[in-house]
């Protein structure tokens, strides 16, 4: 923008060159004239291109000026959201219609499965499957978590399997073949301890959050739930006075634990 410019103080025009000199009494504005600007019908920014320098420059400015910057990581979701919501995404606490329909965000819903009695029913949802988590998973964080296990029911499979890991360490030296995915037992408080896990896939999948977008942490009325919305998903947690103290905002906690955040999340 060659700034700051010469000051200059009366408007004049070279009778031999055509050259038209406008008055400028700002350093650090361009020239504006009402009259050139609807003759041109551009900008008053018009230089005459001399060399390749300036025309290498020129290019390189049309260019920047076409393809923009990407789009910001809240705009992206959303962009993301928008062309799921056609599908018939379901999660997989939830399975029926009417508690997609219902979507109201102050209630929690969960997924009715048998318990270790027929006759008994116990209420399960990904929260409660992260929460009582195997000790072994400390240090994972929900995104990782939902990204890397599945819930199974116990078989004879499994049963052997953690029977070998608690085996000696010469027996899984000289197992053979393909290793087996592993497999963590849930924590005893959890409603399904004795007849599910958690089984590791063979290859990680990248969670699709399905539902509310996360928040902008650039605006004042959102950053608390941005806030409380990363931490959440990266930071490893059981209850809410891991992630942020009672008498902390979400921000607060943010800034305090903001360095628990795992990188390869």
Same mark, same amino acid.
């Given at each position: 923008m060659r700034m700051p410019h010469k000051l200059i103080s009366k408007s004049t025009t070279d009778p031999a060159t055509g050259n038209i000199c406008m008055r400028? /009494?700002?350093?650090?504005? @361009?020239? $504006?004239?009402?009259?050139l600007i609807a003759a041109c019908r551009s900008n008053m920014d018009i230089t005459f291109i001399w060399s390749g320098s300036d025309a290498k420059a020129l290019v390189y400015y049309i260019t920047d000026f076409v393809t923009k910057t990407s789009l910001s990581f809240h705009d992206t979701f959303s962009l993301v959201q928008k062309s799921i919501t056609a599908q018939d995404v +379901?999660?997989? &606490?939830?399975?029926?219609?009417?508690?997609?329909?219902?979507?109201?965000?102050?209630?929690? %819903? $969960?997924q009715? %499965?048998?318990?270790?009695? &027929?006759?008994?029913?116990?209420? =399960?949802?990904?929260? +409660?499957?992260?929460?009582? #988590?195997?000790d072994n998973l400390n240090r994972m964080c929900l995104y990782d978590f939902v990204?890397? $296990?599945?819930?199974?029911?116990? @078989? /004879?499979?499994?049963?052997?399997?953690? /029977?070998?890991?608690?085996?000696?360490?010469?027996?899984?030296? @000289? *197992?053979?073949? #393909?290793?087996? @995915?592993?497999?963590?037992?849930? %924590?005893?408080?959890?409603? *399904?301890?004795?007849?599910?896990?958690?089984?590791?896939? /063979?290859?990680?999948? =990248?969670? =699709?959050?399905?539902?509310?977008?996360?928040? #902008?942490?650039?605006?004042?009325?959102?950053?608390e739930r941005y806030c409380r919305a990363i931490l959440t998903f990266f930071v490893p947690w059981r209850t809410v006075t891991d992630l942020c103290d009672i008498s902390q905002t979400w921000e607060d906690a943010f800034k305090c634990q903001q360095h628990l955040i795992l990188r390869h999340s």
């Amino acid at each position: 923008m060659r700034m700051p410019h010469k000051l200059i103080s009366k408007s004049t025009t070279d009778p031999a060159t055509g050259n038209i000199c406008m008055r400028r /009494s700002d350093p650090w504005n @361009n020239n $504006f004239n009402e009259y050139l600007i609807a003759a041109c019908r551009s900008n008053m920014d018009i230089t005459f291109i001399w060399s390749g320098s300036d025309a290498k420059a020129l290019v390189y400015y049309i260019t920047d000026f076409v393809t923009k910057t990407s789009l910001s990581f809240h705009d992206t979701f959303s962009l993301v959201q928008k062309s799921i919501t056609a599908q018939d995404v +379901i999660d997989d &606490d939830i399975y029926d219609d009417e508690a997609i329909d219902n979507d109201n965000n102050d209630e929690e %819903q $969960f997924q009715i %499965q048998s318990a270790e009695h &027929d006759k008994k029913y116990v209420l =399960v949802k990904t929260r +409660i499957d992260y929460q009582y #988590r195997s000790d072994n998973l400390n240090r994972m964080c929900l995104y990782d978590f939902v990204g890397i $296990f599945y819930k199974k029911k116990i @078989n /004879s499979t499994d049963l052997k399997y953690l /029977s070998k890991i608690a085996g000696s360490i010469e027996e899984k030296i @000289n *197992q053979k073949g #393909r290793p087996p @995915n592993e497999r963590f037992l849930f %924590q005893k408080q959890h409603p *399904q301890a004795t007849t599910y896990l958690m089984m590791k896939y /063979s290859e990680p999948y =990248v969670p =699709v959050l399905y539902g509310p977008q996360i928040p #902008r942490r650039d605006r004042d009325n959102t950053r608390e739930r941005y806030c409380r919305a990363i931490l959440t998903f990266f930071v490893p947690w059981r209850t809410v006075t891991d992630l942020c103290d009672i008498s902390q905002t979400w921000e607060d906690a943010f800034k305090c634990q903001q360095h628990l955040i795992l990188r390869h999340s």
